[in-house]
């Protein structure tokens, strides 16, 4: 399959959606946000288009074409992309699960006040 901006942009909108399903069903509390989801759903799509896209259709068909018209491959790369933004939302769920609480409070209590942040105090 020839790398080509229609399939970026496809991959790239699948992996948006991906994103937001995977932490729509999967996480209580939204972990880190809409914008956050999207970030990561429209990064992985990108990844996924640069990299996975020779892979999403390598079946042929018996005559030694490939297995369908565009319209099934324009499917299968918004699959590939779903799938690539929902495996990197859950994993970065994941490890932020795993992180300890005592590393996160540390974490925060030795990032710097700002200006306005003093003034609180």
């Not at 005592?102 to 105090?121: N, V």
Request: glycine share 14%; with cysteine; aromatic share 4%.
């Amino acid at each position: 399959m020839i790398w080509n901006y229609t399939n970026l942009m496809i991959q790239i909108v699948g992996g948006l959606l991906g994103a937001h399903a995977a932490a729509t069903l999967t996480t209580r509390d939204q972990g880190f946000g809409g914008f956050g989801h999207s970030v990561v759903g429209m990064l992985a799509g990108t990844v996924s288009s640069c990299f996975l896209q020779a892979l999403a259709d390598p079946l042929v068909a018996p005559g030694g074409g490939p297995t369908g018209p565009p319209p099934i491959e324009s499917i299968l790369q918004g699959l590939v992309g779903a799938f690539s933004g929902a495996i990197l939302v859950l994993a970065i769920e994941l490890l932020k699960r795993e992180q300890p609480r005592g590393a996160r409070i540390a974490r925060d209590k030795a990032m710097p006040l700002g200006p306005a942040e003093e003034s609180e105090l």
